[in-house]
């Protein structure tokens, strides 16, 4: 069933590039591997075997990840909010519709370069890390976790209508972003 010997040398890469793909952290993706597996071995006698040993230590890593966003989240200063809202305010007009300087643009990716996608994968992981925490967690956890909106909610303890707020305006934030440097 369970092998503690054998986890670091057959589950730790994988984990590792799972934490660092949501954290952007070298050495906090690191911490939160260990974490994982002390944590598992903490509650190696609560393992049911319903899931592969993979996806039962996958999941414990998720919670601490979790656990990551909303630490950050709780830290949240007013004016982290407010100056990323600042950066919002250019982009409609008094009709509510795009301003023309302001309005979506072609990316131009078209081919399938990996050296461009590398490229974009940075600046993309660099304009995450602009974002309000709240609102990079929430962005992380809808689109890279793919997580459920109302178990996002739970988790983050925001309301259902607060959450499509952040999401808009992380959109908005990372448009800007990317239309900035990337193009």
């Not at 369970?2 to 911490?31: C, Q």
């Not at 903490?42 to 393992?47: A, D, G, I, L």
């Not at 999941?59 to 966003?69: E, F, G, W």
Request: glycine share 4%.
């Amino acid at each position: 069933m369970l092998n503690p010997h054998l986890w670091v040398s057959t589950h730790a890469d994988y984990l590792y590039a799972f934490a660092i793909t949501r954290i952007n952290d070298e050495e906090m993706a690191k911490d939160l591997v260990q974490e994982t597996f002390l944590a598992a071995l903490e509650k190696v006698n609560s393992f049911e075997g319903k899931s592969s040993e993979r996806t039962w230590l996958t999941a414990i890593l998720r919670n601490k990840i979790v656990d990551v966003y909303r630490k950050k989240a709780s830290g949240l200063k007013g004016n982290d909010v407010t100056a990323a809202e600042r950066e919002q305010e250019d982009f409609f007009g008094d009709d509510g519709h795009w301003l023309n300087k302001s309005g979506p643009k072609e990316f131009g990716i078209t081919d399938n370069d990996h050296l461009v996608a590398k490229e974009f994968e940075t600046i993309l992981k660099g304009c995450l890390q602009k974002l309000p925490a709240l609102w990079m967690a929430v962005f992380t956890m809808k689109h890279i976790e793919e997580e459920p909106t109302d178990v996002i909610c739970a988790q983050m303890k925001v309301s259902a209508s607060n959450f499509w707020v952040i999401i808009h305006r992380a959109k908005l934030n990372l448009r800007a972003c990317l239309q900035k440097n990337w193009i």
